[in-house]
């Protein structure tokens, strides 16, 4: 208890130191939401980076392409003048595709190395023929642009030597702003992911603090505690509902504990007190005339006693869930047996029995335990002779209850259980008040309710107007 | 008879052999499973007393063991655990009858003797039952007291019979709810008492002596 009232304390106060703030990244960090986050960061950072790189592919290496393959038609007019015009034509047709063409680059160069035409002067140290990427000077920047120049270099009889290029500044923009886009998204999709991950992580872990917050409530002994419900309806508030019920379950378990010892403290005390007493007695010979008399008187409290404890370690056998052994039990015959053992008693005590057996066979054929059923069968006409006065009126009867219940019912015409007592007689050890006197031990219909829930069904208890029906219904099959 | 008594706690064996012996019963005593089946082989007794939970073997393994053997000894098990699943488990084992802690002296002693009576005279074969003038004829289901035909309910002359086959001892309240309802637990009320009541009404009115004998808290007995 001390520990639970001062934690949330601490907490609160070292909410802001730094320690605890990186205490609590951890926290999160760790989490299976943020490791799932992560995971799926980088998936989908995998999957945008290959679309990207196809789109950046398609784009500058289509243009790229484009580049070359005109570069090689242009060549091919070149190659097509010389052929047939000579070398004249071709310095004519050069210096005629050179004019005012400022992205294309044609040079005519002797073999020393002198320009003959173009619209250029020969770049220095290009001899080779073939495919070369040359370095520009920008006309408006007077700027160097390395590479910048794709290149053909054909070589002609006598050195002549032709160059056909391309400005591809452009292309170079283009693919540049593309590299830098991809590397913004990326950068920002990093960010996000982490942010929405750990973001993520922190309503899983909010989530699930209320039922570890709960867990550990109940754990230090505060079993009213629930799990905080959102009302969303999610499966967090499904979960929580569940837990809900099972602790609502443990504490029903709990407080029927608590109020059973409570009751075998209170209802074994006093007759344990009263033997002790006669005993006493016993011992004192000068006072007690017949002591054999007080002996037995004890036999019969210690029988009682025992009967008391019987009852309640067969509650609770009924109760724990263990195996007990199952048969199907025909509750018609076993109705028949058990009516005709109380026969003779209500015949006794001048009240009238009556027996109705109005469901046979499968149909009033319960899977269960035939002592526990009988028992319980036993302990309501007991009952029912129990309290109703002479020239009552007391019935069994057994009857379908639709196609797949059986109900077995017991009424009387005695005072009855008054409304606002009939769930507490199921209790164990609780008696009416205006019962104190009669012996019994409040015990009965406890264990028939036992009995019931164990196969299934249940006892309903119901004005007779005046006395009590009490019913059993079974599952049938 | 003879009986042995296989139980670990002292002092509940001794109080159960004085009891067994002021009864008129010769009685061994073996504290622990290895002792108690040695002795049930060794010697021949009429019953035997097994507690479930013993030292060295448990009660249960013991009598199946003795029933392995070919030993048919009638067993009364004596068992702490209450529950009707150990019942079964009981009388599956071999045991011939089950007893839950705590009992009645009388309870156990009645319980003994009838399984005891039982082998003695294995009257399952027998067709009539004979006590004093009051005779019952088990195949044709009719009882006659000094010729004089008495008409019974079966339930009444289940009763009798059960009665009649355990003659000169004490049947129990429970005994006879056992073996007339096939049921294991307490009747609240007195329900066997006012069935024996209206089994009285037949059997012993209107002659001088009366047989069934009320014996104060164990039982019931008939004899003349």
Same mark, same amino acid.
């Given at each position: 208890?001390?520990?639970?009232?001062?934690?949330?304390?601490?907490?609160?106060?070292?909410a802001?130191?730094?320690?605890?703030r990186?205490?609590h990244?951890?926290?999160l960090?760790?989490?299976t939401?943020?490791?799932?986050?992560?995971i799926?960061?980088?998936?989908?950072?995998?999957s945008?980076?290959?679309v990207?790189?196809?789109i950046?592919?398609?784009t500058?290496?289509f243009?790229?392409g484009?580049?070359?393959?005109?570069?090689?038609e242009?060549?091919?007019?070149?190659?097509d003048?010389?052929?047939t015009g000579?070398?004249?034509?071709?310095?004519e047709?050069?210096?005629?595709?050179?004019?005012g063409?400022?992205?294309?680059?044609?040079i005519?160069s002797?073999?020393?190395?002198?320009?003959?035409?173009?619209?250029q002067?020969?770049?220095?140290?290009?001899?080779?023929?073939g495919?070369?990427?040359l370095p520009?000077k920008?006309?408006s920047?007077?700027?160097?642009r390395?590479?910048?120049?794709?290149?053909?270099?054909?070589?002609?009889?006598?050195?002549?030597?032709?160059?056909?290029?391309?400005?591809?500044g452009?292309?170079?923009?283009l693919r540049?702003?593309?590299?830098?886009?991809?590397g913004?998204?990326?950068?920002?999709a990093?960010?996000?992911?982490l942010?929405?991950g750990?973001?993520?992580s922190r309503?899983?872990?909010?989530?699930?603090?209320?039922?570890?917050r709960?867990?550990?409530?109940?754990?230090?002994?505060m079993l009213?505690?629930?799990?905080?419900?959102?009302g969303?309806?999610?499966?967090?508030d499904q979960?929580a509902?569940?837990?809900?019920?099972?602790?609502?379950?443990?504490?029903?378990?709990?407080a029927?504990?608590?109020?059973?010892?409570?009751?075998?403290?209170?209802?074994?005390?006093?007759?344990?007190?009263?033997?002790?007493t006669?005993?006493e007695?016993?011992?004192?010979?000068?006072?007690?005339?017949?002591?054999?008399e007080?002996?037995?008187?004890?036999?019969?409290?210690?029988d009682?006693?025992l009967?008391?404890?019987?009852a309640?370690?067969?509650i609770?056998?009924v109760?724990?869930?263990?195996s007990?052994?199952?048969a199907?039990?025909?509750?018609?015959?076993?109705?028949l047996?058990?009516?005709?053992l109380?026969?003779?008693?209500?015949?006794?005590?001048?009240?009238?029995?009556?027996m109705?057996v109005?469901a046979?066979?499968?149909?009033?054929?319960v899977?269960?335990?035939?002592?526990?059923?009988g028992?319980?069968?036993?302990?309501?006409?007991?009952?029912a002779l129990?309290?109703?006065p002479?020239?009552?009126?007391?019935? @069994?009867?057994v &009857?379908?209850d639709g196609?797949?219940?059986v109900?077995?019912t017991?009424? =009387? +015409? *005695? /005072? $009855?259980?008054? %409304?606002?007592?009939?769930?507490r007689?199921?209790?164990?050890f609780?008696?009416?008040d205006?019962?104190?006197?009669?012996?019994?031990?409040?015990?009965?219909?406890s @264990?028939?309710d &036992?009995?019931?829930?164990?196969?299934g069904?249940?006892?309903?208890?119901? =004005? +007779? *107007? /005046? $006395?009590l029906? %009490?019913?059993?219904?079974?599952p049938?099959? | 008879?003879?009986?042995?008594v296989?139980?670990?706690d002292a002092?509940?064996?001794?109080?159960?052999l004085?009891g067994?012996?002021?009864a008129?019963?010769a009685?061994d005593h073996?504290?622990?499973?290895?002792?108690?089946?040695?002795?049930a082989?060794?010697?021949?007794?009429?019953?035997?007393?097994?507690d479930r939970?013993?030292?060295g073997?448990d009660?249960l393994?013991?009598?199946?063991?003795l029933?392995?053997?070919?030993n048919d000894?009638?067993?009364?098990?004596l068992?702490?655990?209450g529950?009707v699943?150990?019942?079964?488990t009981g009388?599956?084992?071999?045991?011939?009858d089950?007893?839950?802690?705590?009992?009645?002296?009388?309870?156990?002693l009645?319980?003994?003797?009838?399984?005891?009576?039982?082998?003695?005279?294995?009257?399952?074969?027998?067709?009539?039952?004979?006590?004093?003038?009051?005779?019952?004829?088990?195949?044709?289901?009719?009882?006659?007291?000094g010729?004089?035909?008495?008409?019974?309910?079966p339930?009444?002359f289940?009763?009798?019979e059960?009665?009649?086959?355990?003659?000169g001892?004490?049947?129990?309240?429970?005994?006879?709810?056992?073996?007339?309802?096939?049921y294991?637990?307490?009747?609240?009320?007195?329900v066997?008492?006012?069935h024996?009541?209206?089994l009285r009404?037949?059997?012993?009115?209107?002659?001088?002596q009366?047989l069934?004998?009320?014996?104060?808290?164990a039982?019931y007995?008939?004899?003349?």
């Amino acid at each position: 208890m001390l520990t639970s009232l001062k934690r949330p304390a601490a907490e609160a106060a070292g909410a802001d130191l730094p320690s605890d703030r990186h205490r609590h990244l951890g926290r999160l960090l760790r989490t299976t939401t943020f490791r799932f986050a992560l995971i799926y960061l980088g998936l989908f950072i995998g999957s945008v980076l290959l679309v990207l790189w196809l789109i950046y592919w398609s784009t500058a290496g289509f243009l790229a392409g484009q580049a070359d393959t005109g570069i090689r038609e242009d060549m091919q007019a070149l190659a097509d003048r010389y052929r047939t015009g000579g070398m004249a034509s071709l310095a004519e047709a050069v210096n005629e595709r050179g004019m005012g063409n400022a992205s294309s680059i044609y040079i005519l160069s002797a073999g020393s190395g002198a320009t003959l035409a173009g619209n250029q002067f020969w770049p220095k140290g290009v001899d080779e023929a073939g495919w070369a990427n040359l370095p520009v000077k920008d006309p408006s920047t007077g700027q160097v642009r390395p590479g910048d120049v794709r290149a053909l270099i054909a070589v002609l009889p006598g050195g002549y030597r032709v160059l056909v290029g391309r400005d591809l500044g452009e292309v170079r923009v283009l693919r540049e702003r593309l590299e830098r886009v991809i590397g913004w998204s990326m950068g920002l999709a990093l960010v996000l992911g982490l942010v929405g991950g750990l973001a993520m992580s922190r309503v899983w872990l909010r989530r699930l603090d209320g039922v570890t917050r709960t867990a550990e409530a109940i754990r230090e002994g505060m079993l009213v505690s629930r799990v905080p419900l959102t009302g969303s309806g999610d499966e967090f508030d499904q979960l929580a509902h569940t837990l809900n019920a099972m602790l609502d379950r443990i504490e029903a378990l709990v407080a029927g504990i608590r109020h059973v010892s409570q009751g075998i403290a209170h209802d074994l005390r006093t007759p344990l007190t009263r033997l002790r007493t006669r005993l006493e007695l016993a011992l004192m010979h000068d006072t007690v005339e017949n002591p054999r008399e007080v002996l037995e008187a004890a036999i019969e409290e210690v029988d009682h006693l025992l009967a008391t404890f019987r009852a309640l370690l067969a509650i609770a056998e009924v109760e724990s869930g263990g195996s007990l052994p199952i048969a199907p039990v025909p509750l018609d015959a076993l109705a028949l047996s058990t009516g005709e053992l109380y026969d003779a008693v209500a015949e006794d005590q001048g009240i009238t029995f009556t027996m109705a057996v109005e469901a046979t066979g499968p149909a009033a054929t319960v899977q269960g335990n035939r002592q526990l059923l009988g028992q319980a069968l036993a302990n309501l006409l007991d009952n029912a002779l129990k309290y109703t006065p002479e020239g009552g009126h007391v019935s @069994l009867t057994v &009857a379908a209850d639709g196609p797949s219940r059986v109900k077995v019912t017991v009424a =009387d +015409n *005695g /005072p $009855g259980i008054p %409304a606002e007592d009939r769930e507490r007689v199921r209790e164990r050890f609780f008696r009416l008040d205006r019962d104190q006197a009669r012996p019994g031990s409040g015990l009965g219909l406890s @264990l028939v309710d &036992a009995v019931a829930q164990r196969h299934g069904g249940t006892l309903v208890l119901e =004005d +007779n *107007g /005046p $006395g009590l029906k %009490a019913q059993l219904l079974l599952p049938v099959g | 008879m003879k009986i042995l008594v296989i139980e670990d706690d002292a002092q509940a064996a001794a109080y159960m052999l004085k009891g067994l012996k002021e009864a008129g019963h010769a009685v061994d005593h073996a504290p622990d499973g290895t002792q108690g089946l040695y002795l049930a082989g060794a010697e021949h007794y009429d019953a035997l007393v097994v507690d479930r939970m013993l030292p060295g073997r448990d009660g249960l393994s013991l009598v199946s063991l003795l029933r392995a053997a070919g030993n048919d000894t009638p067993v009364l098990v004596l068992s702490a655990l209450g529950s009707v699943e150990d019942r079964v488990t009981g009388l599956r084992a071999g045991g011939d009858d089950y007893l839950t802690k705590p009992y009645a002296f009388s309870e156990l002693l009645a319980r003994l003797e009838s399984l005891g009576r039982r082998r003695a005279a294995p009257q399952a074969q027998a067709t009539k039952l004979v006590v004093s003038d009051l005779e019952m004829d088990l195949l044709a289901r009719t009882v006659k007291r000094g010729g004089k035909v008495i008409d019974l309910l079966p339930r009444e002359f289940q009763l009798l019979e059960c009665l009649m086959r355990n003659a000169g001892s004490v049947v129990t309240r429970t005994m006879l709810l056992e073996q007339v309802w096939d049921y294991h637990f307490d009747p609240q009320t007195n329900v066997i008492d006012v069935h024996i009541a209206r089994l009285r009404q037949k059997v012993d009115k209107g002659f001088d002596q009366p047989l069934i004998q009320t014996v104060r808290g164990a039982g019931y007995c008939l004899r003349p």
